[in-house]
């Protein structure tokens, strides 16, 4: 297996990186990671008044894939999340769902022991591992790897976790994949712009899909549902994207009509907000679940 260290670290997807490892299709990859502010919050009075000297949400990566060409779609399938003993999770100042009400600063440190997230001394509950960032590199634009788009990218989606699949469109040759900003926990919508940040080692295995339907945007398959994905400025706009999604999604693995589709969607499926931090000036990000269907 693979190993790549935290250091190897971007804060954009972009085809001016160097790859870091060159992969064959079918290999395992173990990725630690930083958490969303490189490791820079080690105390409750490191707060998030200050922009990141280099970027938010550090990837690690890229990866080079053997034979991968613009059209493939690159398979990520996570194996395993492996969680520091603490992370954080921090309010900012007129940020977020509740910017409004949120009148200073504040950074929590938050301890992890056994699968258990200690908020305080009262309150515990069991870790929700997910990762935030995963993605291919655009053909053109350098993307931050704060910001999500058809590559993938910051989705915050909780689907994104172990036995999941992700489905990348690989628009460049090699594809240039990375992944970072692990949560152990983190709410639909992540209210405050924070869930509770802390690095990880996570454990994937990579296989190339040539010469099979080329695909528009990422997709997520769990072992009981399809998930597609959709973002945009908007929240209603990051609902019919996703939606349109999931529909053309439907009609090829049921090879059904879009009337059927769209029937099955409102009849089953579930439209669910991953990311809606601050809707008003950040992308949101949406997936649309729906079970499968044995025939």
């Known amino acids: 297996m693979h190993i790549i260290t935290r250091d190897r670290v971007i804060y954009s997807f972009s085809r001016d990186h160097r790859p870091v490892l060159e992969i064959d299709s079918g290999d395992k990859i173990c990725f630690e990671t930083y958490d969303a502010r490189t490791g820079t919050i080690r105390s409750e009075s490191d707060l998030l008044d200050q922009p990141h000297p280099r970027g938010a ?18 398979c990520v399938e996570i194996l ?9 999770i921090a309010i900012k100042a007129g940020v977020g769902i509740l910017g409004h009400l949120a009148e200073r600063y504040v950074t929590k440190l938050v301890r992890i022991e056994r699968g258990i997230v200690h908020f305080s001394d009262r ?21 931050p790897t704060l910001y999500p788009g058809p590559h993938g990218g910051n989705m915050d989606s909780n689907d994104i976790k ?27 919508a992540e209210v405050t712009m ?4 802390i690095c990880a080692d996570v454990t994937v295995r990579v296989s190339l899909h040539s010469g099979s339907e080329s695909i528009a945007r990422p997709w997520i398959e769990t072992e009981n549902s399809w998930i597609a994905t959709g973002d945009a400025p908007k929240l209603a706009d990051a609902i019919r994207i996703a939606c349109e999604e999931m529909a053309r999604l439907l009609q090829h693995k049921l090879s059904i009509s879009f009337d059927d589709a769209y029937l099955l969607m409102s009849a089953i499926g579930d439209v669910r907000i991953s990311q809606a931090c601050h809707p008003d000036g950040f992308p949101a990000t949406i997936r649309v679940v729906f079970p499968k269907i044995i025939e």
């Open 80 to 88: 395993d999340i492996q969680l520091a003993s603490q992370g954080f």
């Open 162 to 188: 172990i036995g999941s699949c992700v489905y990348l469109p690989v628009f460049v040759e090699g594809a240039l994949f990375g992944l970072g900003d692990v949560h152990a926990a983190m709410g639909d």
């Open 57 to 74: 949400n550090p990837a690690t990566g890229p990866v080079f894939v053997r034979g991968a060409q613009p059209g493939d779609v690159l």
């Open 123 to 143: 309150i515990r509950f069991p870790v929700r591992p997910m990762i935030g960032v995963i993605g291919t590199t655009p053909a053109r634009e350098s993307v």
């Open 194 to 197: 924070t869930g509770i940040e």
